[in-house]
């Protein structure tokens, strides 16, 4: 079975630095890789992706992610945080299940403060 | 612009109750998706569905089941609500293709008394 792990439940960094959110899988094949935020009241919106190629993946909103197949992390970060960005991120995997099909498992959740 | 939609953002429901979750996608995915989220749980998979009327299980299925009679519809069912269903559900949908994003809806915060 795949798993996901975000070790930290609270990162906090000042507005203009750069920041990094961590994640850390396992799964079984090849690994799609996700990052998904959720701001107040809303539900999860997809940010960026790993299925092949390029290990340094762009998204939305100027978030980044470097996947690295030997430490089998995906850490998200961004040059430059602005306070907007403050908000719950989740790293997920898709993996297959028990019936063949895959799924996504999600992180337990990271909530990124961005101080002015 | 894509969207998925759940019929309620807050429901309080009292033990024992059979309660209904429903979720549409505009879309015309194939797949749907019921998770609840709880705090430090991150999302768990309650069930998905890949087709009308197919479904599968997934990580935490235990009180819940769902119908999917129409490819635009998925509901969530509680048989008889218990408290510690008290969570936020959260609908998705995604198209045929798994490496493709999944599209989540507002979500339900659901209230078992």
């Known amino acids: 079975a795949q798993s996901v792990a975000q070790p930290e439940d609270q990162v906090n960094v000042a507005e203009g630095n750069p920041l990094t959110v961590k994640c850390t899988y396992s799964v079984s094949g090849n690994p799609y890789l996700f990052w998904y935020v959720q701001y107040p009241n809303r539900g999860l919106q997809f940010l960026l992706k790993?299925?092949?190629?390029?290990?340094l993946v762009k998204g939305s909103y100027g978030f980044e992610a470097e996947f690295n197949k030997s430490q089998t992390s995906f850490h998200l970060k961004k040059p430059s945080a602005l306070v907007s960005d403050s908000a719950l991120y989740f790293c997920a995997v898709s993996g297959y299940m028990d019936t063949g099909r895959r799924a996504l498992t999600f992180g337990s959740g990271t909530r990124l403060q961005v101080q002015p | 612009d894509v969207k998925v939609t759940q019929s309620s953002r807050y429901l309080v429901k009292r033990t024992g109750e059979k309660v209904f979750l429903e979720c549409v996608q505009d879309m015309d995915h194939e797949n749907m998706f019921w998770y609840r989220q709880d705090p430090g749980l991150g999302l768990r998979l309650i069930y998905f569905?890949?087709?009308?009327?197919?479904?599968e299980k997934g990580d935490i299925p235990e009180g819940y089941s769902v119908s999917r009679e129409k490819k635009e519809r998925f509901s969530l069912i509680l048989e008889s609500a218990s408290t510690n269903q008290t969570s936020m559900y959260l609908c998705?949908?995604?198209?045929?293709?798994?490496?493709?994003?999944?599209?989540f809806g507002p979500g339900t915060r659901l209230t078992v008394l």
């Open positions: 998705a949908s995604r198209d045929s293709n798994s490496y493709n994003e999944q599209f």
């Open positions: 790993y299925i092949t190629g390029d290990n």
């Open positions: 569905s890949y087709d009308v009327k197919m479904k």
